[in-house]
Nanobody, 123 residues
């Protein structure tokens, strides 16, 4: 079992930055791939970025490449999403999720989800 709690969301002006954190509990956290997803009002949940369990591989959606960075420092049960150059279209509820032994690029493969944190970018 993995429990996930996101934090770090808030209101920021366009061009600003935020860093989201996802604190995980569970003894086998280090063996799970981790992902960030977002859902805007009236839209489906979409993939943002993911990082492999070893932190050796990352992947980001085209819409955030060059602006968002996912990381999971060693020996910490936390995954981060550094978001720079934020745009109004980045406004959404952001969720972190975990999956073990899965295709970590597929949203449907993720087993555990946090409650989400709101990010609002004003123009």
């Amino acid at each position: 079992q993995v429990q996930l709690v996101e934090s770090g969301g808030g209101l920021v002006q366009a061009g600003g930055s935020l860093r989201l954190s996802c604190a995980a509990s569970g003894r086998t956290f280090s063996r799970y791939h981790m992902g960030w997803f977002r859902q805007a009002p009236g839209k489906e949940r979409e993939f943002v970025a993911a990082i492999s369990w070893s932190a050796g591989y990352t992947y980001s959606a085209d819409s955030v490449k060059g602006r968002f960075t996912i990381s999971r420092p060693n020996a910490k049960n936390t995954v981060y999403l550094q978001m720079n150059s934020l745009k109004p279209e980045d406004t959404a509820v952001y969720y972190c999720a975990a999956c073990g032994g899965c295709n970590w690029l597929l949203t449907s493969e993720y087993e555990y989800w946090g409650q989400g944190t709101q990010v609002t970018v004003s123009s």
